[in-house]
T-cell receptor
Framework: DQQVKQNSPSLSVQEGRISILNCDYT??????FLWYKKYPAEGPTFLIS?????DKNEDGRFTVFLNKSAKHLSLHIVPSQPGDSAVYFC????????????FGKGTLLTVNP | DAGVIQSPRHEVTEMGQEVTLRCKPI?????LFWYRQTMMRGLELLIY????????DSGMPEDRFSAKMPNASFSTLKIQPSEPRDSAVYFC????????????FGSGTRLTVV
């Protein structure tokens, strides 16, 4: 039973354009959502997060949107750069004092020069 | 800070052998997590500790797997006996609660059981 789903295994965009990565979840108890970026042979690196009480969080070129009614979040990268090419994982934290993160399977983003 | 340090980076072992993976969390972090990444299942939590005490080990696949955290600066994940299906990348991560800012992951140990 996959509680966090990233339905697109891969995404290819042109440099300078917008990248939109999507994530769906099923557990309404999740209270924090996070995006991680992973390069080959490295561990995932924290990118941006959003609390379940917010609907948007922005950090430079990265914006995360949360739609609680649809149980959907998305990561927007504008403008996309070749160095953004990596696997992006969506993750959700269990509610309250549960610090377990549940991860999606990831989306491979390729930004073409 | 050197970040979360895992060793070894790569491990190749024969089926039936004991394997021990090691992790040094970031100093001051009071949560430590062990994750396993496979193509089929993605990143799945095996176990996590708070202040050296195991909190949730429901992800440990079976009795062949065990994890310890004898002190705040060291943890081990042991597989005995190892099987080919244990081949995966094992990540250790640490954090300060709350996790709104996420965990810090190590670079992982790639385990191959032949």
């Amino acid at each position: 039973d996959q509680q966090v789903k990233q339905n697109s295994p891969s995404l290819s965009v042109q440099e300078g354009r917008i990248s939109i990565l999507n994530c769906d979840y099923t557990n309404s108890m999740f209270d924090y959502f996070l995006w991680y970026k992973k390069y080959p042979a490295e561990g995932p690196t924290f990118l941006i997060s959003i609390s379940s009480i917010k609907d948007k969080n922005e950090d430079g070129r990265f914006t995360v949107f949360l739609n609680k009614s649809a149980k959907h979040l998305s990561l927007h990268i504008v403008p996309s750069q070749p160095g953004d090419s990596a696997v992006y994982f969506c993750a959700a934290k269990g509610g309250g004092s549960n610090y377990k993160l549940t991860f999606g399977k990831g989306t491979l983003l390729t930004v073409n020069p | 800070d050197a970040g979360v340090i895992q060793s070894p980076r790569h491990e190749v072992t024969e089926m039936g052998q004991e394997v021990t993976l090691r992790c040094k969390p970031i100093s001051g972090h009071d949560y430590l997590f062990w994750y396993r990444q496979t193509m089929m299942r993605g990143l799945e939590l095996l176990i996590y500790f708070n202040n050296n005490v195991p909190i949730d080990d429901s992800g440990m696949p079976e009795d062949r797997f065990s994890a310890k955290m004898p002190n705040a600066s060291f943890s081990t994940l042991k597989i005995q006996p190892s099987e080919p299906r244990d081949s995966a990348v094992y990540f250790c991560a640490s954090s300060l609660a709350p996790t709104g800012y996420g965990y810090t992951f190590g670079s992982g140990t790639r385990l191959t059981v032949v």
